[in-house]
């Protein structure tokens, strides 16, 4: 089975601060996608990531993905308080694999 | 176009007794997933549909869950008996084709068992 793990679980940070979540998995895959979730609310896909190299921006967020190295980021650039969310990484193999998730707290 | 349609938005109910979820995925999409998320997790896949056929039922609990999706496009989740473990929100999904389309998510019916 396809293992996907994020870091940090938690990441608590100040307005206007940069930070990266990291998103490894177990096996060969050249699909992944980042999902925002809000508190009570459903998954809201962020990016399509397709091929080695791929970068992706929308806003303050920047998500790129090396499949050699089986990892993905997602950039938070200086950030506010609207992206405090729960942020998951999915791995497309068999079926779709979700990572833990990264709660963020992004703070005045 | 509109999005997954999931009802309830909640249910509570005593366990051992049975509970069903609804769904009804965007026009158009022939892949329907449905998910277990646990407080705190991310997403576990149930079963995946292609068209009212299932591809991938092998994280069900099939000794107390059961799905089917009628005519390729609805869809239903059962529950019976539920325990109490089985708190948590179920969501659906759907996408164009599997694997490679992202998926688009229901709002989710939240079940708590007492």
């Known amino acids: 089975e396809l293992k996907v793990e994020q870091n940090p679980l938690f990441l608590s940070m100040q307005e206007g601060k940069n930070y990266t979540i990291y998103c490894n998995y177990s096996?060969?895959?050249?699909?992944l996608y980042w999902y925002r979730q809000d508190p009570g609310k459903s998954l809201e896909s962020l990016f399509v990531l397709l091929s080695n190299g791929a970068v992706k921006q929308e806003g303050r967020l920047m998500a790129s993905l090396d499949t050699k190295a089986r990892l993905s980021t997602l950039h938070i650039t200086a950030a506010v308080h609207d992206l405090s969310a729960t942020y998951f990484c999915?791995?497309?193999?068999?079926?779709?694999?979700f990572g833990t998730g990264t709660s963020l707290t992004v703070i005045p | 176009e509109a999005g997954v349609a999931q009802s309830p938005r909640y249910k509570i109910i005593e366990k051992r007794q049975s509970v069903a979820f609804w769904c009804n995925p965007i026009s158009g999409h022939a892949t329907l997933y449905w998910y277990q998320q646990i407080l705190g997790q991310g997403p576990k896949l149930l079963i995946q549909f292609q068209n009212n056929g299932v591809v991938d039922d092998s994280q069900l609990p099939k000794d107390r869950f059961s799905a089917e999706r009628l005519k390729g496009v609805d869809s239903t989740l059962k529950i019976q008996p539920a325990k109490l473990e089985d708190s948590a929100v179920y969501l659906c999904?759907?996408?164009?084709?599997?694997?490679?389309?992202?998926?688009?998510f229901g709002n989710g019916t939240r079940l708590t068992v007492t």
């Open positions: 999915a791995v497309s193999g068999n079926q779709f694999y």
């Open positions: 999904a759907s996408s164009l084709v599997s694997y490679n389309s992202p998926l688009h």
């Open positions: 096996t060969t895959s050249d699909r």
